[in-house]
């Protein structure tokens, strides 16, 4: 107890140690431009956490990245590379606008569940794909993966420009949903819908799936170690085709609910969504737990939503924000702020500093 | 629209388009074989390209002179690649991951650069770009003289790179120990090889090559530096040495394979405006996919191809 302890406060300074890192260079970046770096994040923290629409914004931001970094690490378990969140967070939009445009004389929480299933029945069957290619093909996911992200995109061009296309107006679009059919708002005043509950309860499902079950420790098990499971009577392929499925499932419930609960309509630009890609990052600092997806996804919607009233007051751009996000996934994957500790208390080999100092003129 | 497709002009066009779709894709392909058959496997192609694009726009229109844009992308290329070197090489981070953070970095840092240089604009600033280079006689060949010969030097750079790489790796000194280091580091060490060394060169390799590829999209292709401007092309790089079964040859009848298939949609879009615009854009995406599924065969690449070496292990 005493050591997990320990070690969890250790990894705790490490992150922590990570993200002040991250927004030193971040300072000087904005500095260079000629800003008071200080003066500049005040405002950035001020518009993360400045009044409840703000606080609401983030959790907006929060939640379909949360929802495809928990796809990304479901099928990680199972030593699967999901890449392909971005192209399953269409096809989960895609199932939610068809029923939620066909069946619209339901009552409103049946439209949802079914708009949800659906949702998540065509992520999981274009996530399921990949995963049949790799386990009965062993052809590369992460390729895969990658290339039906812009298959799924150009499909979805094609649906919004030809048979879903508005009845009305002549953009590439769907139609608008009904007021009645959009998912309830969880504060006043704010955007913050249900989808917040949602992704924390699948947050918790995963963790209990992983954790307390027979198929949740066969999944694992394939992914720690595949011929040693098989050599258990674990089916490797399965379990790699039903890791896809339930990822891909995952992140077409964030298709679903950006659907139904902030975008209301499929526009021609949602396949260049940026979810899939947001969600491996968030995967990477989440260190692969469910809850640390979590907290990881809601800290960049707050940073995201601070860069944005930082980008409007002060002119400096959200791109800044951009690189120390990427910095911070650097750092943390690379884990330099350790190495760096563990330099601090040893003397230092010739070799390893040089290293350090090379890595570190670079992230400049 | 068969009488639009069944003339010399559009066969012409066609083939133009289709040596010139390919050279990024060939170029960034002959760095990721490098870099794997060093045992380097490095997703990040999207990432160092964005960088060598971002960098030749920029450094062109700095100088005026375009030359020094191929230089300032290739250097580009290299520091960026340094850095996935340093994480996977010396720290031992994993390969994959490495090469996603590579490519979340560069964009971030694309971006950051392009708007702080070019500012936010509606129409991006254009630059001189690489000017065609004819080349007497074969120039004037029927049909193809056109295509093939009237294009510009990086073109010419992309298509000789293909003998050379293989000779470089299948028959010269450093090529074997570059490939036995791919292949089992562990041997290639008991026999005096430096993993580290080779691994590197690897790298400093597709890094250069990689951000090449990114300064002929940018200033010899577009003539200006777009958001996206990548898009998805060192993914499909990266198919093509899987694909092309890790040699030079085979990446190069991959990497025209999807070439083609880019510039017939483009053609066909171009002549007949009817055919539904976004369906025809996954024709490559498409014809990459089915090609991977199909006409694969398992475990053909190096045999340590993703796995970081240290002696400890």
Known sequence: MNTSWKRIGGKAWRLALSILLAFIVGAIIIAVQGHNPLEAYGILIKGAFGSVNNIGEALVKAVPIAFCGLSVMFAFKCSVFNIGAQGQVVWGAIGAILVALNLKSLPAPIVWI????????????????????KAYRGVNEIITTILMN??????LGALVTGPLKET?????????????????????GTRAHLGVILVIITAFLLWYYLRNTTKGYKLRAVGMNASAASCYGISVSRNIVKSMFIAGAIAGIAGCVEILGVQFRVINTFGLNNYGFDGIAMALLGQLSPFGILISSLGFGLLRTGAGTMQRLTNIQTSVVDLVEALIILFIVCDLTFNWLKKRKKPAKAQGVKADEKGGAEDA | MLDQILTVSFFSTLIAATVRMATPLLLTGLGELYSERSGMINIGLEGLMTMGAICSVIVTSMTGSAFVGILAAMVAGIACNMIFAWATIKRLSHQIIMGMVINILAASIATLLNRSYFGIQQMPTAVEGLQNVAIPLLSKIPIIGEALFNQNILVYVAYLLVPITWYLLFRTKPGLKLRSVGENPKAADSMGISIPKYRLLGCTICGALSGLSGAFLAIGYMSRYVENIVSGRGFIAFAAVIFGRWNPKGVLLATLLFGFADALQMRIQSISPDVNAEIMVIVPYLVTLIALVFFIRKGDGPAANGINYSRSK
Request: glycine share 14%; no cysteine; charged share 15%.
């Open chain 1, 114 to 133: 079914l708009a949800i299933l659906v949702g998540a029945l065509l992520g999981g069957i274009w996530g399921m794909i990949p995963g049949i290619f």
């Open chain 1, 168 to 188: 009305a107006g002549r953009n590439p679009q769907t139609d608008m949903i009904e007021k009645t059919l959009r998912l309830p708002i969880l504060i006043d």
């Open chain 1, 150 to 155: 812009y298959i799924a995109s150009g499909l």
